[in-house]
């Protein structure tokens, strides 16, 4: 986090002749009383300057006086505020909360759903928890989708999760947690070039663990399987990664996929909320580009269409093995960039690698 310089921005008004909707807008930014932002956003801000109104002052930041101003402000405990910091990694984006100090989550799932909202609240596909470790485990993550339901597990979490914790600990350089989820034991390792590499551990093919109500065709496991969704015949695998995941590379009788002629807000909740899948699941769509090179559009139980999704990257090159359309190292380019996933035939778990980066500290009334 520290790294880079960044800037810190404070907003001041000289008149009184300002629209009720820009006294609003400044009356949100004086009340959440401390933004800081990496300084690409800081453009975001320009179209203020136009206004002799404004005053808005960018200040440049070291990266040791970022550092301290990050930990006083995380430090900062007034009751009737939540402080979190947005994080994304390659576009899917959370609001982290530090929880170190309780198993109880300080946000409802109802409030997760109005602080996800991305015109009312402050905008994510999720909040994620930092709570204490279970079993022996380092720490705990629990998350909630933008929709308020609770996921097992998420992998583009995850390695914002990592990060995160890196930042509370103050630690710098490589560094590696065991994390507890509803997936089981989750391994990430921060890297010397700031990327995380996640052990997400065994996937789970077995129809009634994933669980699905497909019958079984290939072990215990549904490949290639057919699926009728609004008329149409699917070919899919269905393998979990703690979460559920429902992958296709296209109709039956169909060529290669090409998934961005897909409207994804039309299908994918039909497949979410598909009877076959009694805790509704998440779709992944596939095109292949080479062996080791795939193209994938997610929609995601509980939170639609995202940029990324790391549980569902991992559970595509499965699939793909599985299908022997692919080999176990490969590159899945996402709408918000591309992970690197191999399942590793050695120890049968599968290995995520990708970037998490901080977007913006603030604190909100809860
Ligand atoms: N985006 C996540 C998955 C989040 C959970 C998912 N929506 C579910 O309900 O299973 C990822 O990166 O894995």
Redesign the pocket.
Known sequence: MATTTTSSISVSSSSSSLSSNSQRYLSNLVQSQHCFFPRKNVALNKSLRRSPNFRIKAVSLTSETLETASHTFLDRKESGFLHFVKYHGLG?DFILVDNRDSMEPKVTPEQAVKLCDRNFGIGG??VIFAMPGTNGTDYTMRIF?SDG?E?E?????VRCFARFIAELENLHGKHSFTIHTGAGLIVPEIQDDGKVKVDMGEPILSAVDVPTKLPANKDSAVVKSDLVVDGETWSVTCVSMG?PHCITFGRKGDQNLVVDQLNLADIGPKFEHHDVFPART?TEFIQVFSRSHLKMRVW????GA?L?????ACAVVVAAVLEGRAERNCTVDLPGGPLEIEWREEDNHVYMTGPAEVVFYGSVPL
């Open positions: 899917n596909d999720g989708n339901s996921p597990m998420c992998g583009n979490g979460n998440n995601e139980r509980g939170a995202t990324a999704c790391g549980t569902g």
